[in-house]
C-alpha cells in the first residue's frame, strides 16, 4: 500500500477550516464516508476511476494552533505499490491540498496563500 501525508497551515479557525476541507472534498467529487468536525474520511469516486485503478482515501485532521489559525493534516493511502501509484497519490494529495488552501483564502480574503 502506498501512503503519503502532508500537513500545511491554513489562516482559519479550526472548525471554519474544517468545513472549508468538507467543502473541498465535495467539490473534488470524493465521497465522504466519515466525518467530524475535526477528522473527515473520504475516498475518491468509484464512478469517476478508470476500470483498473483504486480509489485513493484520505483523513483530513484539522488542528487548532493559534488564534484563527489551523494545521490540516492530509493523510492518503492506495492500494498497491509502485511508480504509478505514487504519481497518482501526489497528483491527488497535491490538488486537494490546493483546493483546501484556496477555498480558506476565501473564506478569509485577508490571508496569504
Given at each position: 500500500m502506498a501512503t503519503r501525508r502532508t500537513t500545511?497551515?491554513?489562516?482559519?479557525r479550526a472548525d471554519a477550516?474544517?468545513?472549508e476541507c468538507r467543502k473541498a472534498l465535495r467539490d473534488l467529487r470524493w465521497e465522504l464516508s466519515l466525518g467530524s468536525e475535526d477528522r473527515l474520511v473520504a475516498r475518491e469516486d468509484l464512478a469517476l476511476l478508470c476500470c483498473v485503478e483504486g480509489p485513493i482515501q484520505?483523513?483530513?485532521r484539522v488542528?487548532?494552533?493559534?488564534r484563527d489559525r489551523s494545521e490540516v493534516v492530509i493523510e492518503a493511502s492506495i492500494v498497491g505499490?509502485?511508480?504509478i501509484q505514487s504519481k497518482r497519490l501526489c497528483d491527488r494529495v497535491g490538488g486537494l491540498e490546493r483546493q483546501i488552501l484556496r477555498k480558506t483564502a476565501i473564506a478569509a480574503p485577508h490571508a496569504k496563500v
Amino acid at each position: 500500500m502506498a501512503t503519503r501525508r502532508t500537513t500545511f497551515e491554513v489562516e482559519a479557525r479550526a472548525d471554519a477550516a474544517s468545513a472549508e476541507c468538507r467543502k473541498a472534498l465535495r467539490d473534488l467529487r470524493w465521497e465522504l464516508s466519515l466525518g467530524s468536525e475535526d477528522r473527515l474520511v473520504a475516498r475518491e469516486d468509484l464512478a469517476l476511476l478508470c476500470c483498473v485503478e483504486g480509489p485513493i482515501q484520505v483523513v483530513v485532521r484539522v488542528h487548532s494552533r493559534a488564534r484563527d489559525r489551523s494545521e490540516v493534516v492530509i493523510e492518503a493511502s492506495i492500494v498497491g505499490r509502485g511508480p504509478i501509484q505514487s504519481k497518482r497519490l501526489c497528483d491527488r494529495v497535491g490538488g486537494l491540498e490546493r483546493q483546501i488552501l484556496r477555498k480558506t483564502a476565501i473564506a478569509a480574503p485577508h490571508a496569504k496563500v
